[in-house]
């Protein structure tokens, strides 16, 4: 069998390894703690970590998957991104917002997400995917600065540092750059994106509802 991009498929899954190990350590961090933000990031890095190896099955063997098989392992990929960009965005709301603006929030975030799962239902551009999970990572941004300005948050400053990264992966996939014939820019945007997850998961392990 022949990999169309090894590279990519490799990093991709790589990610997905180390996203979801990760992702199982929030999980029994909530199990302990009863924290609904520590349940929402879980559940975020476990959606992450299925876009990567959905992503990284796409890219891998393209060649195999003609017609329907390609069709609905590329929308579980754009999905899970969603889901996943949703619940990073819920979890930091839990964690830095409580009554009619927690709700609020959590509503929009809500219709937000059955929006873009309208639109992708009949689109496949990538960029659909950046115009969701952008503004999620922005949001989760602004809750972090406001929980380190407001009340020295011991988790935002991981936060901020996240999305900052991820910000910078998503740069070097946008530019193209190559360092290596068989290591392009989604490999680089994957390796970058391991670190970004890291202060993600040190931030969430810190994660108290408010």
């Keep these: 069998m022949q990999v169309s991009e090894p590279m990519t498929l490799f990093t991709d899954y790589l990610l997905a390894g180390l996203v ?16 609904q933000a520590v349940r929402c ?21 393209l060649p195999y998957l003609e017609g329907l098989p390609s069709f ?19 979890g930091a709301v839990f964690a830095t917002l409580s009554g009619a603006p927690r709700k609020w929030l959590l509503a929009l975030a809500g219709l ?16 659909f995917v950046i115009y969701d999970y952008a503004p999620a990572l922005l949001g989760v941004f602004l809750l972090a600065i406001h ?15 996240g999305v900052i990264v991820s910000f910078a992966a998503a740069g070097i ?4 750059l190559r360092l290596h014939e068989h290591f392009n820019h989604n ?12 202060l993600f998961y040190r931030g969430g392990i810190l994660l108290r509802d408010r």
């Design 187 to 198: 490999d680089l945007y994957h390796v970058v994106q391991m670190g970004a997850f890291w």
């Design 41 to 61: 990031w879980a559940v975020g890095f476990y959606a992450s970590a299925t876009a990567a190896l959905a992503g990284g099955s796409y890219h891998g063997f």
């Design 20 to 35: 979801f190990y990760l992702g199982a350590r929030l999980q029994a961090v909530w199990r302990r703690s009863g924290q």
């Design 112 to 127: 937000k997400f059955l929006v873009y799962v309208g639109w992708m239902s009949g689109h496949d551009d990538f960029r």
């Design 147 to 161: 929980a380190a300005l407001a009340r020295r948050e011991r988790f935002a400053p991981w936060l901020t540092g």
């Design 72 to 90: 609905l392992l590329w929308k579980f990929t754009v999905f899970a991104v969603g889901l996943a960009a949703l619940c990073l965005f819920a």
């Design 173 to 176: 996939q946008a530019s193209g």
